[in-house]
């Protein structure tokens, strides 16, 4: 039996929603098409083909081992991911990320397996089971993908193509790109001319509709950080700092909706380029790009007994770009106001972050990392204590920053949220809420419920805490999404006349 047959789909069911063209369904499989030894997205708009000729994949990468290529229509690599939910899948889904946010150009399969404490066989095992080929088979059609889109959205060289998506070996990379996709790179560029920006490039992200956009553009542009993060016109704009071993690259991204296309648009700085999978990573992380909206509202539709409209469709969690300055920015909004806290991460960054010139005034400074902060001279309060921060959350935000640096806390997208929380609780000044807050945004972990959130509680008043927490049963493993639901229901209005505390 091949791999791919350890896979079962529903073909009665796949062909249905591909019939449909139904979005729900976009990135949950890809069907092969015999006669024309083409692959598609459920959503692809291509003329329908006949059932018999359809073979259903659980992945791109599926569908390509068993020798189809992409369509250029639909282009399967705009297709959204899954996200990591089920625990059956979880190790698999674990390593896929960590692929997705490096192209392990500097890591080898052995290695990946060690990172998440397992062995070789057993990862090959789980990603057999979870998307029906090897890690190599989906390693090699990640980076293929990428470089698709780049030659199909960008005007770069096809040589600069392959080498920001992964491949060492431009002789490799046309071999490779030849055997699956029966063309040369240069053929897949786009008919039309794309104009040639030496500063910036634009790529798509897909996702699954619906998506509220408002809902969660107005939640970060409530706790943008001046100077760093920037919401306008609809867009969310920010600096960049991405390290990859010793080296720091430096710039700025810009995100739009383009609910045409169930689709984000994103401008970055060329100067990113070199570490785009991981920015690409991070993106979908903060706009939570990966989450099936439909599954979620069944589940949290029976919110709406409460208080009406108080869960809507397409509701995403607000994630991060950056765990580090998210978790600083949890300790900074302890017992505060958002405003004030937006105040606070203001100063910190001015203060301790490298300035930076960008397209837009308003961005002016990248936010300052934890090796930044350990070499910090002491006593830390004294650094921070002029910025209007306490000295006990001086010390917590040192505290974090070393063991950041020291890697006893981990941030990666192989990391367990739930295991790197309990480090957190464990460290001065990391109480419940801070950590369920760093857990939602930083981890983008589904079901934290900061159950003592003043606007939690004052969402769901007249209830004690076990009585919040007994009701959040109902909508796990969503609670956190729930959480954003009870935070928006409160949004721009005043508790005793003053504002939310920071969420």
């Not at 080498?163 to 790179?185: E, Q, V």
């Not at 949890?330 to 203001?346: C, D, E, S």
């Not at 001279?377 to 070393?402: F, N």
């Not at 049963?473 to 954003?484: D, E, K, M, N």
Request: charged content about 20%.
């Amino acid at each position: 039996m091949s791999q791919t047959e350890l896979i079962h789909l529903d073909s009665k069911a796949c062909y249905a929603a591909l019939k449909a063209h139904d979005a729900r369904f976009d990135g949950r499989f890809f069907v092969g098409v015999s006669s024309t030894g083409i692959y598609c997205r459920p959503v692809c708009r291509v003329r329908l083909p006949k059932e018999e000729n359809c073979t259903f994949f659980i992945s791109a990468a599926a569908a390509e081992s068993a020798g189809y290529r992409p369509c250029r229509r639909c282009r399967p690599e705009l297709a959204p991911g899954l996200a990591p939910i089920d625990s059956t899948s979880r190790i698999a889904r674990k390593a896929a990320m960590l692929m997705d946010e490096n192209c392990l150009a500097d890591l080898k399969i052995s290695e990946l397996a060690g990172l998440l404490h397992i062995t070789d066989r057993h990862l090959r095992r789980a990603f057999c089971a979870e998307f029906g080929v090897s890690p190599v088979q989906y390693l090699q059609t990640s980076r293929l993908l990428l470089a698709k889109c780049l030659l199909a959205d960008t005007a770069l060289p096809v040589t600069d193509a392959a080498m920001f998506a992964g491949f060492g070996s431009l002789r490799r990379f046309n071999d490779l790109f030849k055997k699956y996709y029966r063309a040369t790179p240069s053929a897949f560029r786009s008919s039309g001319k794309i104009p040639r920006d030496k500063d910036a490039v634009t790529l798509t992200l897909g996702y699954r509709p619906p998506y509220a956009w408002d809902a969660l553009i107005g939640f970060l542009s409530d706790r943008a950080i001046p100077g760093v993060e920037l919401v306008k016109d609809g867009a969310y704009s920010r600096t960049v700092t991405v390290k990859n071993g010793d080296e720091t690259y430096r710039g700025w991204l810009t995100a739009a909706n383009r609910p045409k296309q169930n689709a984000i648009a994103m401008t970055l700085s060329c100067s990113l380029l070199p570490v785009l999978p991981k920015v690409l990573a991070r993106v979908r992380c903060l706009f939570d790009l990966n989450c099936d909206p439909t599954e979620i509202y069944g589940r949290l539709a029976g919110m709406n007994t409460l208080a009406p409209d108080l869960c809507v469709p397409g509701l995403r969690l607000p994630g991060c770009f950056d765990p580090f300055e998210i978790s600083v920015r949890a300790v900074l909004g302890q017992q505060v106001t958002v405003k004030a806290a937006r105040t606070l991460a203001m100063r910190f960054a001015a203060a301790f972050g490298g300035e930076i010139s960008t397209p837009l005034a308003e961005l002016r400074y990248t936010f300052p990392g934890p090796d930044t902060i350990c070499g910090l001279a002491a006593p830390v309060e004294d650094r921070l204590g002029p910025l209007g921060i306490t000295g006990a959350r001086a010390r917590s935000i040192l505290a974090l920053a070393e063991a950041v640096a020291a890697g006893t806390v981990l941030f990666t997208p192989g990391a367990d949220p739930e295991l790197e929380m309990k480090k957190l609780l464990d460290m001065p000044g990391f109480g419940p809420w801070t950590v369920q807050y760093i857990g939602m945004r930083a981890f983008g972990w589904p079901d934290a419920f900061p159950h003592t959130d003043y606007g939690v509680k004052k969402a769901l008043a007249g209830r004690t805490p076990q009585e919040l927490l007994d009701m959040s049963q109902a909508w796990r493993p969503w609670r956190s999404y729930a959480t954003v639901s009870l935070w928006n229901s409160l949004k721009e209005k005043k508790i005793n006349g003053k504002e939310l505390s920071d969420q």
